[in-house]
């Protein structure tokens, strides 16, 4: 019974052993990447003044987005989110600035602010594409984010399990839905 017991501990051993094995990747300093993005010069002052009331490093640092990452930022108005999004993905991320057509319309300040933020950054492209029907690239984004805007799809004409699904159809496997 005690030479059963050992050999059973033994096996045991070499099992949790085996599902102990380190990473290769080398997480990046993802604080000192916030840091940087919000104190970036060509930051409107307009938007750094709203960083007291949007706390921004600690949704950032909670979204777990990083270098390298496909982010989609649904219902970005001017963009606030989406220049701190761009800065913390970086050169080999991408983020997708989408915004209703109505909202282009009925806010005339969003077209000339996507037009500076897409033609300051490389990894930014700018989306205009109804809520429920956005366009997204199927199963392409590690994260969407739709930051202090979830509410406004209630006052529009949007289906918002047809939004949802298709936010949740462009999220590849392990992919996160970022809502403020």
Known sequence: MRARFIIASMAALVLFGACSVAQDKT???TAALIAAALIMPDRPQSQVQRDATRN???L???SGIGPGDQVADFGAGGGYFSRLLSALVGPNGKVIVQNPPSWIE???SISPALKTLGTDRANISVLTAKLDDPGLPVGALDAVTMMLI???AVLLPTDRAKMNAAIFAALKPGGRFLVT
Request: net charge negative; hydrophobic share 25%.
């Open 56 to 58: 921004p490093a600690e």
């Open 150 to 152: 979830y509410h406004d």
């Open 27 to 29: 997480a990046p300093d």
């Open 106 to 108: 009925q806010y005339k």
């Open 60 to 62: 950032l640092k909670f």
